[in-house]
């Protein structure tokens, strides 16, 4: 072999190499190199059937899965011995680390702990603000609900309401509940009503809304806890002839349209594709180096306005489905 034959050899042989220790390598970067074990993290949520915030959220949570090189198992049941079955399921499965939401702590609580006993680090988000530090979990992503009720009541305020129907659409979740109670609070002078409705019939949905807007015709807004519900409330008031303003927590793509065409006024936005990466990612980062942020305390996703003022901004994410 001559010399100048072997020094081309080497250069191809280096430039060959190249790809390998590219910044490009994303997942594999991540996760510590090709040979570095592959995690699998169960989610685990309260989603009801057809509501799509959670796509949302679980959109997040794959992209953080890619970029950390992790198998995300996600998994969903509206009861909460559904998802205490999950949890189960998730520990037979030895899967090494479980983010969950706490819609309904106390039928929770013996399945978290059990896995905690068993060494399998469990990180809380969109759901259980005020009960995640009893549960001894270490971090929490999302929003604090009384605080994003009481941010809503006092916009509802100042835009002038007088009596409000606070919707809400799955009866037993904390969350939904500290939001209608955060409104009364921040609609000082104003009057709260709250109604329950059935959020996985939505002809129930807007029959039952429809039946209360004609029945009293005082209302002059309503608020959804959900898109899907907002949007459905939007159809109640036309077939009410109400004049009652429509305003929601959560968004879809659907709903920021309604936002755009004014048949929603607003939304108290919390970020769901911001708390499915997170939780991801955080969990991620104490399995792999211990790391637990928050310093204690929620991390907060929310609450912000989704509005007119802002909505340009936030139409071309919705239609990534990533807002």
């Given at each position: 072999m001559?010399?100048t034959?072997?020094?081309?050899l080497?250069?191809?042989?280096?430039l060959?190499?190249?790809?390998?220790?590219?910044?490009?390598?994303?997942?594999?970067?991540?996760?510590?190199?090709?040979?570095?074990k592959r995690?699998r993290?169960?989610?685990?949520t309260?989603?009801?059937?057809?509501d799509?915030?959670?796509?949302?959220?679980?959109?997040?949570?794959?992209a953080?899965?890619a970029?950390?090189n992790?198998?995300?198992?996600?998994?969903?049941?509206?009861?909460?011995?559904g998802q205490?079955?999950?949890?189960q399921?998730a520990i037979?499965?030895r899967?090494?680390?479980?983010?969950?939401?706490?819609?309904?702590p106390d039928?929770?609580?013996?399945?978290?702990?059990?896995a905690?006993r068993?060494?399998?680090?469990?990180?809380?988000?969109n759901?259980?603000?005020?009960?995640?530090?009893?549960?001894?979990?270490?971090m929490?992503?999302g929003?604090?609900?009384?605080?994003?009720?009481r941010?809503?009541?006092?916009?509802?305020?100042?835009?002038?309401?007088?009596?409000?129907?606070?919707?809400?659409?799955?009866q037993?979740?904390?969350?939904?509940?500290?939001?209608?109670?955060?409104?009364?609070q921040?609609?000082?002078?104003?009057?709260?009503?709250?109604?329950y409705?059935?959020?996985?019939d939505?002809p129930?949905?807007?029959?039952?809304i429809?039946?209360?807007?004609?029945?009293?015709?005082?209302?002059?807004?309503?608020?959804?806890?959900?898109?899907?519900?907002?949007?459905?409330a939007?159809?109640?008031?036309?077939?009410?002839?109400?004049k009652?303003?429509?305003?929601?927590?959560d968004?879809?793509?659907q709903?920021v349209?309604?936002?755009?065409?004014?048949?929603?006024?607003?939304?108290?936005?919390q970020?769901?594709?911001?708390?499915?990466?997170?939780?991801i990612?955080?969990?991620?980062l104490?399995?792999?180096?211990?790391?637990v942020?928050g310093?204690g305390?929620?991390?907060l996703?929310?609450?912000?306005?989704?509005?007119?003022s802002?909505?340009?901004?936030?139409?071309k994410?919705?239609?990534?489905?990533?807002?």
């Amino acid at each position: 072999m001559t010399k100048t034959f072997a020094a081309i050899l080497l250069i191809v042989s280096v430039l060959a190499a190249l790809p390998a220790c590219s910044s490009t390598g994303g997942a594999r970067n991540r996760a510590g190199g090709a040979g570095a074990k592959r995690l699998r993290i169960a989610m685990i949520t309260h989603q009801a059937p057809g509501d799509t915030f959670w796509d949302i959220i679980r959109k997040g949570a794959e992209a953080a899965s890619a970029n950390d090189n992790v198998d995300l198992i996600y998994s969903n049941d509206q009861s909460a011995n559904g998802q205490a079955v999950l949890v189960q399921n998730a520990i037979d499965s030895r899967v090494d680390g479980i983010a969950l939401t706490l819609a309904t702590p106390d039928a929770l609580s013996a399945a978290v702990r059990k896995a905690q006993r068993l060494g399998i680090p469990v990180i809380a988000f969109n759901a259980g603000f005020d009960a995640w530090k009893r549960l001894d979990i270490p971090m929490y992503i999302g929003q604090d609900e009384a605080l994003a009720g009481r941010t809503a009541g006092q916009r509802l305020r100042r835009d002038g309401a007088k009596h409000v129907l606070c919707v809400i659409q799955s009866q037993g979740q904390v969350q939904l509940e500290a939001r209608c109670q955060g409104v009364q609070q921040g609609l000082t002078g104003g009057r709260t009503e709250k109604i329950y409705v059935n959020g996985a019939d939505m002809p129930s949905v807007r029959s039952t809304i429809t039946a209360k807007l004609q029945e009293d015709r005082t209302i002059d807004y309503v608020v959804a806890l959900g898109a899907p519900i907002a949007w459905t409330a939007v159809e109640a008031v036309k077939a009410a002839a109400s004049k009652a303003k429509i305003v929601t927590f959560d968004t879809n793509k659907q709903l920021v349209q309604a936002i755009e065409n004014r048949s929603v006024r607003w939304a108290i936005d919390q970020q769901p594709y911001l708390q499915g990466y997170e939780a991801i990612d955080a969990l991620w980062l104490n399995i792999t180096n211990g790391n637990v942020i928050g310093g204690g305390q929620a991390v907060l996703t929310g609450p912000s306005f989704i509005d007119a003022s802002n909505i340009e901004t936030i139409v071309k994410y919705a239609a990534k489905g990533t807002r």
